[in-house]
């Protein structure tokens, strides 16, 4: 069965400062996977990144960037110079190729202090 | 474009009332799927749609639950002789194969408040 644990239920740092969103995952299979999202106050689930468990680059996108290993199956989201639009519950998911449904972690609600 | 909607944004209903809620699916796209989030159990999977194949069911929490797509597109959410434990937020997501995968665009949710 699949698991994604996001250990920290909620997180407050000052604006500007670097924030990293921990992710945890348990799979059988070899080949899935992994996502963040962001749902701000709106509501809305906003998708942020997918990452395939053959590819184990980093990557970044602006403040934003993803480290993920699968030698200790971590998918880590790390938002580099915070700002207070930041501040959301963000997700972390998991799906196995073939078998599309999201399985989705607790979630890791995020404030950014002005 | 457009993404995904879905109606009504709130729904409050009394116990043992049937409801439905409707997703209008991103246009083209071929996967559908419903979630639901509460406040107990998270983000939870109910049900998925892709293309002509049979839904994939596994997530429905119980018989009072059902979904159907018509034409490959619009989905219905029906959920028979309501309980105060289904108020949740009902998600609807859409995607389309891109790069070997489903990447799952939601939409804004119905609010269910079931007294």
């Known amino acids: 069965a699949q698991k994604v644990t996001q250990a920290q239920t909620e997180i407050s740092v000052v604006e500007k400062e670097d924030v990293t969103l921990d992710c945890v995952y348990e799979t059988r299979d070899t080949t899935y996977y992994l996502f963040w999202y962001k749902q701000p106050p709106s509501g809305e689930l906003v998708f942020l990144i997918r990452r395939n468990s053959f590819d184990e680059q980093n990557e970044i996108s602006g403040r934003y960037s993803w480290n993920f290993q699968k030698s200790t199956s971590s998918f880590n989201f790390t938002i580099t110079a915070s700002q207070v639009v930041d501040s959301a519950v963000y997700f972390c998911a998991l799906s196995e190729i073939g078998n599309e449904k999201l399985t989705f972690g607790t979630g890791t609600r995020l404030t950014i202090i002005p | 474009g457009a993404g995904v909607s879905q109606s009504p944004s709130n729904k409050v209903t009394e116990k043992g009332k049937d409801v439905e809620l409707r997703c209008d699916p991103i246009s083209g796209h071929t996967a559908l799927y419903w979630y639901r989030q509460s406040l107990g159990q998270g983000l939870e999977f109910l049900i998925y749609?892709?293309?002509?194949?049979?839904?994939?069911k596994s997530g429905l929490p119980s018989d009072r639950f059902s979904a159907e797509r018509t034409g490959g597109s619009v989905s219905t959410l029906t959920i028979q002789r309501t309980q105060q434990e289904d108020s949740a937020v009902y998600l609807c997501a859409s995607s389309i194969l891109t790069s070997g995968s489903f990447t799952q665009y939601f939409g804004p949710g119905t609010r269910l408040t079931v007294l």
């Open positions: 749609f892709q293309g002509n194949s049979a839904p994939d």
